[in-house]
């Protein structure tokens, strides 16, 4: 409970009107703000300010709301004063006292509640006392007389069940009160309860004889509309019937649906689809497992096969692990009219010796007796004759002397078979281990060096070195051991040369590098970076060679077939459309410098430069990029097909010339080669050895040559046609097609070819349209008319809209507010600065008094205990 304050009276007014005019004459506390111009009719609020007692106000707001955030900071716990109206400084305090004791006594009085038994108060029931009417004695009048019977009154209904104002009656001090008609004596509640029990079985009882009676008379109904049902029924003859089948109700398409939905096949939980890492680790498992099989039959042991002999069960067999000491069946299979028993072994053999003997004795005794009674048989036939019987016995013997025939030859040919089993088996093993020796391993160790692969692939089929690069990189994958990613990236560099190796070797071993670039491809989409590093490698020492030739000798030799291997490699791992690509952008601008700078002197060099064509073709097709080299390559291919240079009326430009020893390479040597030409691709091996011996092999190629070049012309104006240059582009190739090299001179399968590109060309619209100036809104003469100016407020900018007025006015807004906020900061850090200062200070000053309070008293217990020692001494 704080104190109450202090009415202001007239006093305080009078002395604090008093200080502040005493503050604004002092003339140390005013500071007058001045101007540098006045302005006539403009007041101004800020003339003159009172610094210091601003500065007293924020220092004591500062002390109220940021030395409090300080002296709380890094303290968990708070106390914080709910009272009621404790920070509200309008409320008196008289006020908060009334308004928390009603607060208290309104809590106190709903817990009370809860537990209160209105002990003080009287509950009454329509005028009647609960207490009164709880203690059972009141009585209640008799409705014995009422007329209906079986049901309750509505008086007692009412004393029961809550009615009963008028009916209850209090006790008087002379006894019960008698009733005020009859003058008989009131029933007590007891009575009228036991009354109402009896009353209430004897309805049950009715109730239930009602129900009885009319169950009875529904089965009597049932019975008597069954019997007369039978006569309302119009019935239909048999014949009717019959000529009428029933016609099924077709069911609903909502059955069928849910029939068929019913059979459909439940969707089955696919298996979980696994990373590259474990189908590498299967991949490599697996290999391995083969790997060991083809070595165990390579030593020829049998044990590891999966192949193992079938073991006959029984159809009575349980299956429950009972195994016999010995293995007595014997699988039988039927072989020439015999039967074919399987090897036995010696005590097998021994046991059915013996078995045999003791049969044969039997069979013996047997035959014995049946001669005897054959004997007695014949004594008693006296109608016999002696012929029947010795005919008879004749047979006998011949057929025991067969059986014993018969088992001989059986155990002769047993014997062989058993030989030439085992002669079989041997044979078998040989050949399964010479197989397994010549097999292919399936794990290979990553190469080292470009000696190693060579080595790894020397001998072997072009299939065959497929597989074992694919086997390599299936067991060497970089997710099954840290070092097998930089085996690989190396294995990238050792195939791209071993390729180029194939192709220079004679004949070149193209069959084998179309077997290798897959897997190729597959190294280079798994290492782009080591891909990318190693054909920019080849591509860098290619150019730089040509280069040199170039300076030195002012024209340069066509690339070999390894390089052009190379180029085409190049195209089918590298993406050929991007606009600008580390790898083939290189290879293009090689192709174009090729193209340009190597001169044609044979037809080698002409295969080589129209492969090259192709592979520039193949480089454009998708990003139609424009390649001057190209065309003009095929221009003076074409140009090399024409007899009559002198009047070809066309340019030529280099590395082609317009006449000299080879600008003839083209030109037939007989005229009549034409008819006995046949359409042939051009092979890649005659860009390194081209041999032909007769003139008609020689004008073929020729042909071929021109074929490969109008092909190629074709492609290009499918490829540019939609150039707005078309036209002028193709210009010389339609010159020189059209009037020098004319289609009557060609064999029909170029003929078609001449007469479709003529058409291609012929046939593109001319877009062009003539050069004219950029429209542009004309240029306004300068008017020396007066600009008006909205006049604004002085200080303001000019000649601006409104929106950018407001703009103007936020960021003058924006940047006074920032500056204002950084000057609120830096007093605030100054104020907890000094407040820091003085807590620091405070410390000391109390420690050093405390050290000195310490030190005194230790002077204090020296001095004493000097001069007690002192007194000693005396």
């Not at 015999?338 to 013996?354: L, M, Y």
């Not at 340019?651 to 037939?668: I, T």
Request: some cysteine.
């Amino acid at each position: 409970m704080g104190k109450a304050p202090k009415k202001k009276n007239l006093a305080d007014k009078v002395r604090k009107a008093k200080a502040a005019t005493e503050i604004k004459n002092n003339p140390f506390e005013v500071k007058i703000n001045r101007k540098k111009f006045d302005v006539l009719g403009r007041k101004s609020k800020h003339d003159v300010g009172l610094p210091g007692v601003s500065r007293s106000k924020a220092i004591i707001k500062r002390k109220e709301t940021l030395l409090k955030e300080y002296k709380q900071k890094n303290k968990s716990n708070k106390f914080i004063d709910r009272r009621l109206g404790e920070y509200d400084a309008k409320m008196a305090p008289e006020d908060k006292i009334l308004q928390r004791f009603a607060i208290e006594r309104q809590r106190a009085h709903g817990k009370r509640d809860v537990y209160n038994l209105n002990e003080e108060e009287e509950l009454t029931h329509y005028g009647q006392s609960l207490a009164e009417i709880e203690k059972f004695n009141d009585t209640v009048g008799s409705d014995d007389e009422s007329e209906e019977k079986g049901l309750l009154s509505a008086e007692l209904t009412a004393s029961h069940f809550g009615g009963g104002g008028g009916l209850l009656r209090k006790k008087t001090s002379g006894g019960y009160q008698e009733d005020e008609q009859g003058g008989q004596k009131i029933k007590s509640r007891q009575e009228l309860i036991e009354e109402l029990i009896q009353k209430s079985k004897q309805e049950k009882r009715e109730r239930q004889v009602q129900k009885e009676e009319a169950q009875e008379l529904t089965e009597k109904l049932d019975q008597d509309w069954k019997s007369i049902q039978a006569l309302m029924v119009k019935k239909t003859p048999k014949a009717e019937n019959v000529d009428k089948p029933e016609e099924k109700a077709k069911p609903e398409e909502y059955d069928m649906m849910v029939r068929e939905l019913g059979f459909e096949m439940k969707a089955q939980p696919s298996e979980k689809m696994k990373s590259p890492e474990e189908l590498a680790k299967e991949e490599k498992e697996k290999l391995q497992k083969l790997e060991a099989d083809r070595l165990r039959r390579m030593m020829g042991d049998e044990g590891g096969d999966g192949v193992q002999s079938q073991v006959h069960m029984s159809a009575d067999d349980l299956n429950d692990g009972f195994v016999l000491d010995k293995d007595d069946k014997k699988t039988l299979a039927y072989q020439d009219g015999k039967w074919n028993i399987e090897e036995e072994t010696e005590d097998d053999k021994e046991e059915e010796g013996e078995s045999e003997e003791e049969e044969g004795s039997e069979a013996e005794g047997e035959n014995e007796e049946d001669d005897d009674d054959e004997d007695d048989v014949e004594e008693e036939e006296e109608e016999g004759s002696g012929e029947d019987e010795d005919g008879h016995s004749d047979l006998e013997s011949e057929q025991e002397s067969e059986n014993e025939e018969n088992d001989e030859e059986e155990e002769a040919s047993s014997s062989r078979q058993q030989q030439q089993q085992q002669t079989l088996n041997r044979e078998e093993l040989k050949a399964r281990q010479e197989a397994a020796k010549a097999e292919l391993p399936y794990t290979f160790a990553a190469p080292e060096s470009y000696e190693d692969l060579k080595d790894l692939l020397h001998g072997h089929t072009p299939d065959n070195q497929r597989l074992i690069v694919a086997r390599t990189q299936k067991c060497n994958h970089p997710s099954l051991a840290a070092g097998n990613k930089l085996k690989l990236q190396k294995l990238v560099g050792f195939l791209m040369e071993y390729m180029g190796e194939l192709a220079t070797r004679s004949p070149p071993e193209l069959g084998t590098i179309d077997k290798l670039i897959p897997e190729l491809y597959a190294l280079c989409q798994m290492f782009p970076e080591a891909a990318g590093k190693s054909m920019q490698s080849i591509l860098g020492d290619a150019a730089h060679s040509m280069e040199e030739a170039v300076e030195v000798k002012g024209h340069a030799a066509f690339p070999t077939l390894d390089m052009l291997i190379y180029l085409k490699v190049t195209a089918l791992l590298f993406p050929t459309s991007d606009f600008r690509h580390p790898v083939t952008t290189p290879a293009l601008l090689f192709i174009s410098l090729t193209l340009t700078k190597c001169l044609v002197r044979s037809l080698q060099d002409l295969t080589s430069g129209l492969v090259l064509c192709c592979l520039a073709v193949e480089y454009v097709s998708l990003s139609k990029r424009f390649l001057p080299e190209l065309i003009n390559f095929l221009s003076g291919t074409l140009h090399l097909a024409v007899q009559d240079k002198a009047s070809a009326g066309c340019m030529v430009v280099p590395p082609f010339r317009l006449s000299g020893k080879y600008s003839d390479l083209l030109v037939l040597s007989n005229s009549e080669s034409c008819s006995s030409w046949r359409k042939e691709n051009l092979p890649l091996s005659a860009t390194q050895q081209l041999e032909l011996k007769s003139d008609l092999n020689k004008d073929h190629y020729r042909l071929n040559c021109l074929s490969t070049c109008l092909d190629l012309v074709k492609r290009c104006c499918l490829l540019y046609k939609d150039l707005t240059s078309f036209t002028h582009i193709f210009q010389p190739i339609r010159t020189l097609l059209s009037k020098h090299l004319s289609s009557q001179m060609l064999p029909s399968p170029l003929q078609e070819l001449h007469s479709e590109i003529l058409e291609a060309i012929s046939s593109a619209s001319v877009t062009h349209t003539r050069l004219v100036f950029e429209k542009k809104k004309p240029i306004p003469l300068k008017l020396f008319t007066p600009k008006i100016v909205e006049v604004l407020d002085y200080g303001k900018k000019r000649g601006s809209t409104r929106e950018e007025r407001e703009k103007e006015r936020l960021k003058h807004k924006y940047k006074k507010e920032f500056k204002g906020a950084l000057r609120e900061i830096r007093k605030d850090s100054r104020f907890l600065a000094r407040e820091k200062l003085s807590e620091v200070m405070n410390r000391d000053a109390e420690r050093k008094r405390k050290v000195k309070e310490l030190l005194g008293s230790l002077a204090t217990q020296e001095g004493e205990w000097k001069a007690l020692k002192r007194k000693k001494r005396k």
